[in-house]
């Protein structure tokens, strides 16, 4: 993300992607302003950055979440001011989604929940180490983590990440309850999620979000 204006750059890319309005509402505008740059790093090095296409085979394990306040450089977190008391001391949830299942021309499972996990923190402030750029998880994930795999034929994915802020307010850190739908890890458990629901119903903030694109291999129909 290079734009000089970090924040209209995340807003026009999901426009541009149409991900507002098929995954985040278009009105009351604008859909929600963001105040937390995040990167998704997998551990080959496959980068999620506002609509990049990556493979199958760059996303099957587990992402790593690098944040950053919007005054913040990439490659360090926060060291002081507001955005490093935001990064050092908030918690966040984050969802990984995919609005084409089982593909874009024909999305009955929209939105497809991919991983879900809460209680995630930013990185010390001292840190220097690059390992040390990536949130803390806090515990383990709520809906664990699934990697794309799209069905043959069905096109191209969009596998989009929303980070919500979770209640300041709560003297206990915020899990999902057992027995909420978020705890499926079954195939037809993920389909058809609404991540607008889910963060009304728990009182989450949309601070900020990415997508990066898979497109599905192709092969002959006899």
Do not use: C
């Not at 021309?105 to 402030?125: C, D, E, N, S």
């Not at 220097?128 to 096109?155: C, E, F, Q, V, W």
């Not at 963060?199 to 599905?216: D, K």
């Amino acid at each position: 993300m290079t734009n000089a204006d970090p924040l209209s750059a995340i807003v026009d890319a999901l426009a541009r992607a149409q991900i507002i309005p098929d995954v985040l509402p278009a009105t009351p505008a604008p859909a929600f302003v963001p105040a937390v740059l995040f990167s998704v790093v997998y551990p080959n090095g496959a980068e999620a950055n506002l609509g990049n296409e990556l493979s199958v085979a760059d996303t099957q394990d587990e992402p790593e979440i690098r944040l950053a306040a919007l005054n913040a450089p990439w490659d360090q977190p926060a060291a002081s001011g507001a955005g490093a008391t935001t990064l050092g001391e908030a918690s966040y949830t984050l969802a990984m989604l995919d609005p084409d299942a089982p593909s874009h021309a024909q999305p009955i499972y929209r939105t497809f929940r991919h991983w879900l996990i809460t209680g995630m923190k930013g990185p010390p402030v001292t840190a220097n180490a690059a390992d040390a750029l990536n949130a803390l998880k806090t515990h383990p994930a709520t809906t664990p983590y699934r990697p794309p795999s799209p069905r043959p034929n069905s096109g191209l994915h969009r596998y989009v990440f929303l980070l919500f802020q979770e209640p300041a307010a709560s003297a206990e850190p915020f899990v999902v309850p057992k027995g909420a739908p978020e705890h499926g890890a079954a195939l037809e458990q993920r389909r058809s999620w609404n991540p607008v629901a889910f963060a009304e119903q728990y009182g989450l903030t949309l601070v900020g979000a990415n997508y990066f694109l898979v497109r599905a291999e192709e092969v002959a129909v006899e």
